[in-house]
């Protein structure tokens, strides 16, 4: 039994103000406890789905296919970001040790950078964690907090599509024109790639969380 999705709705209830994310809250762990009763103990129990009617976000956030796309991100983050402090610490120690160039590292920092970047903008959506100055919120009741919310990720995919659609030409356009780097030959395309899928996923995430966001409005009352 997952009980993932209702977790991360409770962890955005508590975003909020007020004792509407007390209410909301306890209204998601009462339903985690009738999921344990139905589902835990001698494995006999019904299936969590036959118990609760999860809803369409819910169930995006709780299929593999979700878990699986995060685990990916961490570790495209992982490698990336190691690779560029391994490239630094070579280019130094070639320079001030060696006192020899190191041909084309700038190409491969420009390579994983935008890997890192790109993956760890995607998953900063993922976590809602992105640098903001939301003064307004600060202020605001719950329920004015969540439309800020949704009317800010509507925005988000009104500029995210057409970002998508860029980066899909301009992979159409890699792949016709075969275009490499000058030292080390690489191909723009592994560069760029990310820059599609990065847009893509944060798009995604705006779209889900904008389900989430719908749902909790309509579900619970001001």
Known sequence: MRLRPYFVTIQRMCETKEDF?????????????????????????????????????EKIMDTKVWNWLLFIE???????????????????VCRQVLSISFIGYTELLTLLA????????AY???????IGADIV????????????????????????IPLVILGVDMLKFDILTQQVTVDLK???????TPILIGFALMTFYAVVYIIRDYYLLKEHKY
């Open 21 to 57: 994310a007390m209410r909301a809250g306890l209204e998601i762990l009462h339903r985690a406890a009738r999921l344990q009763k139905h589902c835990g103990g001698d494995g006999r129990g019904k299936n969590y789905k036959d118990v609760i009617d999860l809803n369409l976000a």
């Open 137 to 160: 919120g600060q202020f605001a009741s719950a329920k004015t907090k969540l439309m800020l919310d949704i009317f800010s990720r509507i925005v988000q995919i009104i500029v995210g």
């Open 114 to 121: 935008f890997w890192m970047y790109f993956i760890g903008g």
């Open 124 to 130: 900063a959506s993922f976590e809602n964690s992105h």
């Open 186 to 192: 690489l191909p723009l395309l592994w560069s760029q």
């Open 74 to 92: 961490k570790v495209l983050m992982i490698i990336s970001s190691v690779g560029v402090v391994l490239i630094l610490t070579a280019v130094v």
